[in-house]
């Protein structure tokens, strides 16, 4: 029995033992395996590094990309210092995130890599715009010279479709304005023909035209900017011309403006000419205001002289009065003169602007606020017919540009037209002024490109932008405008009949003037507030 005993108790043991073998062993196997797991394979280990340099790569695209933007934003030269270095700080920062994501990341850290392309491809397409913005103030500032179209007319039924077809023509010529341009296109036609025009020359403008009706020249030469004048003294004359020939004459101006600071108190030229041609072009000017700024006091001026104000031209008329419109088919320069002759200031830079510009202006910065004082319809001659309310109307480009035309169907026709291009000129300082300017600036500057023409230098341009972004004050804006009455007067452009004219009421003059001086020696007015 004891030895049967020891037996079963060895044969447990045993049993026992081989339990304990067995279970050592699948410890040790699984340990093995879990050992295994834990190291990589030699294809995970290659995939790993597969991984890691293209997130590496695509964090030196990022590193070029960020550095590209923040190139373009130096020179854009728009952003204060303390916003630079913000912006640069927070794109550093996300390209160190990026960057220790693709050494310290145990998985493949496809997040990191997603975030990267995201920021690589904003950063590309930022960087593409702000330089292609640097380009365009460039090509919009500086200006220094002016454009004069000078053509040949025939009536509208003439066979001829060319200057060739007009070789054996009679052109009515006149030198008494600028009388240079044509002596210079009557020289360039006869190069281009090989042999000599004939020419019967005229007093003036007027008889001139009147010789192309009457039959008695078959062609007219004249200076382009003229045509307007043409289109009041007789009816339907664009309807009843075409033109066949341009010689285009480009002339210098001296840039008086250059080194104008605006941390002072300026002056700026608003021009809007009633065309969608050439910027550049010599040619009536039908909107004429003058804005007077103070950064140190934000007291902006907004003065607007009607277009057939009654007023000599400096160094043109020769004493002769003439429609202020007029002036601009001498130069944009020649109208400053005049408006400073009249107001007795000094104008220091112009900025031009025609149709197409006021419209994408006002689209970029998502339609403008304008107040009417009137509730009106606007007629077919503005552009487009739609009703205007009486106070805060929200106008897109169009209708921004219809409102500003409008002269039959408001009180004071072509004065309120004035106050009303005014009010939609105030509308888009407002917007300027406000943080819509950093959405709209790509979209503004886009637009004027090739529809804005300005003496005010890159320089100066980025260093008032920079100044609002700086302090984002409130700015008080007062409108003021030159009144008179109307009348019908010889005027020095047009001596063919008496056209009508405004006689300047020298009391709304004078008004205009001390409000002008009060503005330069700090004073604020009673006007609007921006927000």
């Given amino acids: 029995m004891q030895h049967n005993g020891k037996k079963k108790v060895r044969r447990r043991t045993d049993s026992a033992s081989g339990r304990r073998t067995e279970t050592s062993s699948r410890k040790h196997g699984y340990a093995q395996k879990k050992r295994r797991a834990a190291e990589p394979s030699h294809k995970e280990e290659k995939d790993n590094n597969v991984s890691r340099n293209v997130g590496l790569a695509l964090a030196g695209i990022q590193l070029v990309a960020t550095i590209a933007f923040m190139v373009g934003l130096f020179m854009l030269n728009m952003l204060p210092n303390m916003y630079l270095v913000a912006i640069g700080i927070l794109l550093f920062l996300f390209w160190g995130i990026i960057l220790a994501s693709q050494f310290f990341s145990k998985k493949n850290a496809i997040t990191g890599k997603v975030i990267s392309v995201i920021i690589s491809i904003i950063m590309a397409i930022g960087a593409y715009f702000l330089f292609k913005t640097s380009g365009t103030i460039s090509d919009i500032t500086g200006g220094d010279y002016k454009l004069d179209n000078v053509v040949v007319a025939v009536m509208a039924d003439d066979p001829a479709e060319t200057i060739n077809d007009a070789a054996d023509y009679t052109f009515g010529v006149q030198y008494q304005m600028n009388g240079d341009q044509i002596t210079e296109t009557v020289n360039a036609i006869n190069q281009e023909l090989g042999s000599q025009i004939t020419t019967e020359e005229y007093d003036g403008l007027a008889e001139q035209a009147q010789a192309l009706h009457d039959g008695e020249v078959d062609a007219i030469i004249y200076n382009e900017g003229y045509t307007g004048i043409l289109e009041e003294a007789f009816e339907g004359y664009s309807e009843n011309t075409k033109i066949i020939y341009t010689h285009s004459i480009k002339s210098e101006m001296e840039n008086q403006a250059k080194d104008v600071s605006v941390d002072d108190t300026f002056s700026v030229y608003i021009s809007g000419i009633d065309v969608f041609g050439a910027i550049e072009t010599n040619s009536r000017s039908d909107v004429n205001i003058i804005a007077i700024v103070n950064p140190t006091s934000h007291q902006i001026l907004l003065v607007t002289t009607p277009r057939d104000y009654y007023v000599e031209i400096p160094g043109v008329s020769g004493g002769q009065k003439d429609k202020l419109t007029h002036a601009g088919i001498y130069g944009v320069d020649t109208s400053m003169a005049t408006l400073e002759e009249l107001y007795d ?19 970029a910065l998502g339609g403008v606020d304008v107040e009417s004082e009137y509730a009106f319809t606007t007629s077919y001659e503005s552009g487009m017919v739609m009703n205007v309310s009486q106070g805060t109307n929200h106008f897109d480009g169009k209708e921004a540009l219809a409102f500003s035309r409008e002269r039959l169907n408001v009180p004071g026709g072509d004065n309120q037209r004035g106050k009303d291009q005014q009010a939609v000129i105030t509308g888009i300082i407002k917007k300027v002024v406000s943080p819509a300017i950093l959405t709209g600036a790509n979209g503004i500057l ?86």
């Avoid at 900025?351 to 006002?362: G, K, P, W």
């Fill in 345 to 363: 200031t000094e104008l220091d830079f112009y900025a031009r602007v025609n149709f197409t510009s006021l419209i994408e202006i006002v689209d």
């Fill in 446 to 531: 886009n637009s004027v490109s090739g529809n804005v023409d300005t003496n005010m230098s890159e320089s100066q341009i980025q260093e008032l932008i920079k100044t609002q972004l700086s302090d984002s004050a409130s700015w008080n804006i007062t409108s003021m405008a030159a009144e008179g009455t109307g009348d019908n007067q010889y005027c020095y452009s047009y001596s063919g009949a008496p056209l009508y004219v405004m006689q300047p009421d020298q009391a709304s003059v004078d008004a205009i003037k001390d409000a002008i001086d009060a503005v330069e020696n700090g004073e604020t007015l009673e006007g609007t507030v921006t927000e």
